[in-house]
Nanobody, 116 residues
Framework: QVQLVESGGGSVQPGGSLRLSCAVSGSVIDVWNVGWYRRAPGKQRELVASMFSNGTTNYVNSVKGRFTISKDNAQNTASLQMDNLIPDDTGVYYC??????????WGQGTQVTVSS
């Protein structure tokens, strides 16, 4: 059974940084597409960063230049480095594994709060 566990969330002031991690068990992360989603208060969940299994990355415009998605195949983890955080980055962040066949697994989410 594939399980994803996020960690690294917390509260930070604007301009600060956080690094989210997603630990994967039950499968090898290298074969999956990885996504980081955010559900901001009162809004629908949105995809903020993704990495295909071939290493290609994509970012939503609002986080380009500030967020970096990565994978560590040896540790079987995915990460989201978030720099220069702004209040609009506040939300619950979810890690997602997906395949071209439509198989998908989600983590439980981790809260990120950016506030002065």
């Amino acid at each position: 059974q594939v399980q994803l566990v996020e960690s690294g969330g917390g509260s930070v002031q604007p301009g600060g940084s956080l690094r989210l991690s997603c630990a994967v068990s039950g499968s090898v992360i290298d074969v999956w597409n990885v996504g980081w989603y955010r559900r901001a208060p009162g809004k629908q969940r949105e995809l903020v960063a993704s990495m295909f299994s071939n290493g290609t990355t994509n970012y939503v415009n609002s986080v380009k230049g500030r967020f970096t998605i990565s994978k560590d195949n040896a540790q079987n983890t995915a990460s989201l480095q978030m720099d220069n955080l702004i209040p609009d980055d506040t939300g619950v962040y979810y890690c997602d594994l997906s395949s071209p066949q439509g198989i998908r697994f989600w983590g439980q989410g981790t809260q990120v709060t950016v506030s002065s």
